[in-house]
């Protein structure tokens, strides 16, 4: 069924409701992943997925119910079932209705071709992988992920949109079978062809047999090159203290003490916040990000600079919020742009007299939220810099590191890449410590 008969039956049956207002979003997946373990493929498939779900709102009380159908008789009877759940809600603090019109921005044009679809293009990459393997004696892994995702959003008071996007990634990860060494890398492209998966596989490959030698040293507190896989985890974590709605209820650490009666909280606007280095952008259509033009509740996501040269200039509202502040509101901060610079990380590098080369992080958990302190361990990677060189590979290092100070004190930044999972391009970067705790014997 295409978009357009979609959005022509959901507004009919929307428009038999009872209720004061509803929205029905639907959301449609269609999914080719590939897996492999062990120098061999485990799994394969061709998956499609769709998820209607029914709004309704009733004065100051909503609900909403789900399907995973477009049949009629189901879609009326889901309507039915959300307009039952609202009438017995308990009543939200002020009513809450759906947007009307909206100006969306533009979507990436670069859309997924027919050939990122066939199996044989993802069988070349596994193969590949596989023998490789194989032949120097290391335990390939990964999966490769092709993803084309619809949203449709239609309500009674006159929104009816649609927006598409992409995902397309690649993971790789060798391990010696000594279980000594082990390499990751990855990839994100708009098309299947254009990722280097040969490249991918050596460098991983010679990243696992290398790590099997890895020497032991003293924890404590170095210079580090983070990789831009590294500093994408590390704004995912940070990403929720740029909310309004944290912010306002001080759990953000871009809120300060407000002067007004009414709120204790106030977002830091116009502060220097972190680095003059670092500015952070929404653009969807940015060829790095691809993302949906709206959000959930139908808000549009134009193109938002939310920090410039380490100045906090916006902050994101989402709708519910954005009302019950009568303000107007940002939509999606599901995505994020980092602008980087025209050095390589070999640049980066050569920059250091000494420090830790991070590739990836694992086990990353919460500490301190306040000022997103983060636990975890380096992992697949994790290098000696000493005279601009890479001098040899060194044992994983657990590590406390506050996001905040390290963000304040970039002193670098590489080219603005994307790995995965998340819709964010960062670049590497460069910062005069980080503490490591102490050193572990995983893998």
């Known amino acids: ?3 357009e008969h979609i959005i022509e039956l959901l507004d009919t049956i929307i428009k038999s409701g009872r209720s004061d207002a509803l929205q029905v979003t639907c959301s449609e997946m269609h999914e080719t992943p590939t897996r492999f373990a062990g120098n061999q493929v485990t799994y394969g498939a061709e998956t499609e997925q769709i998820v209607v779900t029914f709004t309704a709102y009733q004065g100051k009380r909503q609900a909403s119910a789900r399907v995973n159908s477009l049949d009629t008789q189901i879609l009326k009877d889901t309507l039915k079932r959300a307009e039952s759940a609202a009438a017995s809600a308990p009543e939200l603090e002020a009513a809450l209705k759906p947007l009307g019109p909206q100006n969306m921005p533009p979507e990436c044009s670069d859309k997924l071709q027919e050939q990122d679809y066939l199996p044989e293009t993802r069988g070349r990459m596994v193969e590949f992988a596989c023998q490789s393997g194989r032949k120097e004696q290391v335990e390939c892994s990964g ?31 060798a391990q010696t079978r000594d279980g000594k060494g082990s390499g990751w890398s990855g990839a994100w492209a708009p098309h299947l062809t254009e990722i ?4 991918i596989t050596r460098k991983t490959i010679d990243l696992a047999k290398l790590c099997a030698e890895a020497r032991e040293i003293k924890p404590g507190r170095y210079p580090v090159l983070l990789s831009p896989h590294v500093t994408e985890c590390l704004l995912h974590n940070w990403s929720h203290h740029l909310d309004a709605e944290s912010i306002n209820k001080g759990l953000s650490s871009l809120a300060k003490a407000s002067t007004q009666p009414d709120r204790n909280y106030v977002p830091r606007l116009g502060d220097q916040v972190i680095s003059p280095l670092l500015s952070i952008k929404r653009e969807i259509a940015h060829p790095l990000i691809c993302q949906f033009a709206f959000d959930e509740w139908g ?3 134009h193109d938002l600079t939310v920090i410039n040269k380490g100045v906090l200039e916006k902050i994101y509202y989402s709708l519910p919020f954005a009302l019950s502040q009568n303000v107007i509101p940002t939509g999606d901060r599901q995505s994020f742009l980092m602008i980087g610079s025209d050095k390589t990380e070999q640049d980066l590098i050569a920059s250091l007299e000494r420090g830790i080369y991070v590739t990836k992080l694992w086990y990353v958990t919460w500490v301190n939220p306040q000022d997103i302190t983060l ?5 697949d990677g994790t290098f000696w810099i000493e005279n601009g060189q890479i001098k040899y ?6 590590f406390n590191q506050s996001v905040v100070k390290l963000f304040s004190e970039v002193s670098a930044l590489g080219k603005t890449v994307r790995y995965w999972p998340w819709p964010y391009a960062c670049p590497a970067i460069v910062a005069p410590e980080f503490n490591f705790t102490s050193s572990t014997d995983a893998v």
Do not use: C, F, H, W
């Not at 649609?162 to 690649?170: A, H, I, P, W």
């Not at 590979?393 to 657990?398: C, S, V, Y």
């Open 1 to 3: 069924m295409t978009a």
């Open 143 to 173: 999966y490769i992920s092709v993803m084309n995702e619809q949203r449709i959003i239609v309500n009674t008071t006159g929104l009816k949109a649609r927006s598409n996007r992409s995902t397309l990634e690649y993971s790789l990860t």
């Open 196 to 199: 280097d998966y040969q490249s």
């Open 299 to 301: 808000v549009p996501s």
């Open 375 to 379: 636990t975890g361990m380096t992992r």
């Open 393 to 398: 590979p060194i044992k994983n290092l657990r």
